[in-house]
């Protein structure tokens, strides 16, 4: 019973994104959007051009590449680019690159020194004053006590006790030195939400949301698709063929898949309806530092 | 009816606002099996001892679990049959009272939580109050904890009186009392059995089947967030804050009010006819007028621009409120600078009643007169919501400090109209042969001001220049001998001198200033007053140890003795002219030298007679 998303609210959510996406180009001085690739980077672009049309987009995309991607998803990201003419600068970690971490074996230091570093020295690369994120409050618990307008410090960390006051849709931009700004126009949204508009707008996300037979081994539980000749498979793993789909989108490795027959949008829409787990329960990340670890990321400057 | 409902919960810590909501989640199905899952683990390590603690599911940082309280507000998404729901849970502490203002400001309702053992607290009136003042017009009462109180319907009618009493001066709201137990499930989802005396609807009937009416704002509003360019035509951007907007229509352009025909409509980035309440929009007009961000386009309404206004304030910064500070206001689109005129009076939490203040501290209300630096566009709360509420920014912090609703538009500034004189400045001026201009002095103690202005104006008079030196212990004697030395004296001390310069300047005079004036800000204040092309800024930037070398008075070795506090360069700061007009340095000669190279350079510069 956990219900469907109806028009007059998903309309709402949409001319609530694209006013914060107006605040954001008219009050700061240098804003980019972070585009991971996923479903929620592929709404937040839509809604970024209907918000300035016609003219372009009027900030730079960035991408933190780990090099992890799954290959459909780079494929996606350039194309898409290409495609909209969009100003995209991707990103990564050299040093990371060359001490050769790995996603599986290295863990909690992999996606620190390749995500969460990444983008602190990315930002700083560039000097951006705010950065849109796709983040939505019925992620993750600690999300969902996030503002809209996140203030980081000149390390980039985030301190959860003393967020500035988020009033009416009055939003502070104000910065000192060194500050900048995580801006998360989805906030308000959910998966089911981020569904129905991509159904609405007919939206192109990457096809791997959609089910089809894929290469996986098991692996604690979850189905990890073997996307190229780097995965390691461990003592007892055997690839074979599934029909899966992705929740989410991240490292290949680090990403789990489930076992579906939904093959486009409506269909994973009426699946998401009835979903009985949360989708964070894919993300092999998520689990390892216990109940927390979403919150102690995010301090750390993940976004 | 509308397929939304936005609504926050709210009351005093510990009268189960997380559980409610927990629990309403729970028993609705609205969990997911992981996130169920999680709970019942969570609840076995916890001090609930294996019982279903329902507020795990809300409480998300770590801080918060630690100490079993909520501190910010958390957002939980979920939909029934007939309605999407957002509901923001929130922290019941004082402590965190601004973030429970956050969520009443973006609620369409409120269920206030009252436990039926405790009563109606302080806690619950202040937020009641607080949610009137954020504008929230529906109201549930939830009286909890009935389990505990027996279920006794003699306990429910006695908080039900209070209530009503409470709110007996509440105009035009919607209140529905409904007694129930968050923690066992009585009347949340399902009908108690245990109250057969209760007839009313369950919590998630109500929440299902309110109203939540049309707005009743009139006309067309929308404040203009950006301009986009293209094709030779300017698109005003923003949100409609309230009513409809055709093709053809004549709407009224504030500040200003120019008058334009509506030529193009687009809705989310496509085409339209028409536009309203709430819609991101486009608006191209067939008058090419030059309109920017802060502009307001209005319709069949009228909107006030002026710069003084009375103000309900909620103030949320750990620095208090005190007459004579100046903030940034954030009010639709518009940033300006606004100075805390007078605080007319705090508000009493519990009782309501008004009370004399000078300051008001963190989570308390007050009743304030606000003076703009600028003419701004406004409405009273009542009429336009998106016109009449604000924030005030902290400069130096970038905290949001406080935030408001507009009363009304001080009369005072609307009818006080300049006099137009028959003898004008120009002629005063003429008379005496000169331009009348403000000459200010700002440097530290000590740095030389006085003797240095002293020997400026001598050289002046010998050249038959009418002027006058207006000197900082002078002045304190005299018409400022009513203030100290707190930040809000020093202020209206500038400010003081600044219209007393200014007269002067009217009546044809030279004015010389000597004032330590160390803050950036108040000596902006005093240019905005006397006028930029009257003013000009001379920074004496003699360094510190050489002042406090000399120490002509004593008070730099009072100072260092702890024996004045706040004195400016020991115990507060000063700051240094960005763009003063001239920077002179008394350590490189005698004053009566250093006066005439400032009297070459001032008469290079500006034209003096």
Known sequence: MIGTSNKEHLSRLESEAIYIMREVAAETEKPVMLYSIGKDSSVMLHLAKKAFYPEPVPFPLMHIDTTWKFKEMTEFRDRIARENGLDLIVYTNEEGLRRGLDPVRDGAVYTDVMKTEALKQALDKYGFTAAFGGGRRDEEKSRAKERIFSLRNAHHTWEPRMQRPELWDLYNTRLGPGESLRVFPLSNWTERDIWAYILRENIEVVPLYFAKDRPVVMRGGNIIMVDDDRMELLPGEKVEMKKVRFRTLGCYPLTGGIESDASDAEAVYRETCGAVNSERTSRVIDGDAGVFSMEKRKKEGYF | ?609
């Open chain 2, 1 to 609: 009816m509308a397929d939304f409902l936005r609504f926050m919960t709210c009351g005093s810590v510990d009268d189960g606002k997380s559980t409610l909501i927990g629990h309403l989640l729970y028993d609705a199905k609205m969990l997911f099996a992981d996130q169920e899952r999680a709970l019942e683990l969570e609840s076995m390590s916890s001090d609930a001892q294996g019982e279903r603690d329902y507020s795990l599911l809300l409480d998300g940082l770590s801080a918060e679990r630690e100490q079993g309280i909520t501190i910010d507000v958390a957002y939980r998404y979920f939909a029934t049959e007939k309605r999407s729901f957002i509901v923001a849970d929130t922290p019941g502490h004082e402590e965190y009272t601004r973030n429970m203002a956050v969520a009443a400001s973006e609620s369409e309702l409120a269920v206030l939580l009252i436990d039926a053992v405790r009563g109606v607290r302080v806690q619950t009136k202040r937020h009641l109050r607080i949610c009137r003042m954020m504008g929230i017009k529906k109201y549930v009462f939830a009286v909890n904890k009935m389990d505990a109180a027996g279920y006794s319907e003699d306990v429910f009618r006695g908080i039900e009186s209070e209530l009503r009493e409470l709110t007996s001066e509440m105009e035009r709201v919607r209140i529905e009392t409904i007694p129930l137990s968050a923690l066992k499930g009585d009347n949340v989802t399902l009908r108690s059995e245990n109250m057969p005396w209760y007839c009313g609807p369950t919590l998630l009937d109500y929440l299902e089947d309110v109203q939540v009416e049309a707005s009743d704002e009139e006309g067309f509003v929308m404040p203009v967030q950006r301009v986009n360019r293209f094709d030779g035509k300017r698109g005003l951007q923003g949100n409609v804050s309230s009513g409809e907007i055709r093709m053809g229509d004549e709407i009224v352009i504030y500040p200003g009010e120019a008058c334009a025909t509506v030529d193009a409509v687009n809705v989310s980035g496509e085409n339209a006819d028409e536009a309203a309440k709430g819609q991101a929009v486009t608006i191209c007009l067939s008058e090419d007028l030059d309109i920017s961000r802060g502009y307001v386009l209005a319709k069949d309404t009228e909107l006030k621009c002026t710069d003084m206004l009375e103000a309900k304030l909620l103030w949320m910064d750990e620095e208090a409120l005190a007459e004579g500070r100046t903030y940034l206001l954030k009010l639709a689109t518009q940033c300006v600078n606004v100075s805390i005129l007078k605080i007319k009076y705090g508000i009493d939490p519990d009782s309501g009643k008004h009370l004399a203040v000078k300051k008001v501290g963190k989570n308390g209300l007050a009743c304030v007169d606000l003076s703009c630096h600028e003419d701004l566009v406004f409405d009273s709360f009542d009429k336009h919501r998106a016109m009449g509420r604000f924030i005030l920014i902290d400069k130096v912090s970038g905290n949001t400090a406080g935030c408001g609703t507009v009363k009304f538009a001080l009369r005072r500034a609307e009818n006080l109209k300049r006099q137009e004189h028959d003898i004008t400045r120009e002629a005063r001026a003429k008379a005496l042969s000169q331009t009348p201009m403000t000459l200010w002095f700002t440097g530290l103690s000590g740095s030389g001001k006085s003797v240095l202005a002293n020997e400026l104006e001598k050289i002046m008079a010998s050249r038959g220049m009418h002027t006058m030196l207006l000197d900082g212990d002078n002045v304190r004697l005299g018409i400022n001998r009513d203030l100290g030395f707190n930040d809000y004296d020093r202020t209206e001390n500038i400010r003081r001198v600044a219209e007393i310069a200014k007269l002067m300047n009217d009546a044809g005079i030279i004015v010389l200033t000597a004032f330590i004036s160390p803050f950036e800000e108040d000596r902006e204040t005093a240019k905005r007053i006397i006028g930029g092309d009257s003013f000009a800024e001379i920074y004496v930037s003699t360094p510190l140890e050489e002042c406090e070398r000399r120490d002509v008075k004593g008070l730099y070795s009072k100072a260092r003795a702890g024996e004045i506090p706040n004195f400016t360069g020991i115990g507060s700061p000063y700051e240094i002219p960005k763009n003063p007009d001239v920077v002179i340095d008394t350590t490189e000669g005698d004053a009566a030298e250093m006066a005439e190279m400032l009297f070459g350079e001032l008469k290079e510069r500006f034209e003096l007679k």
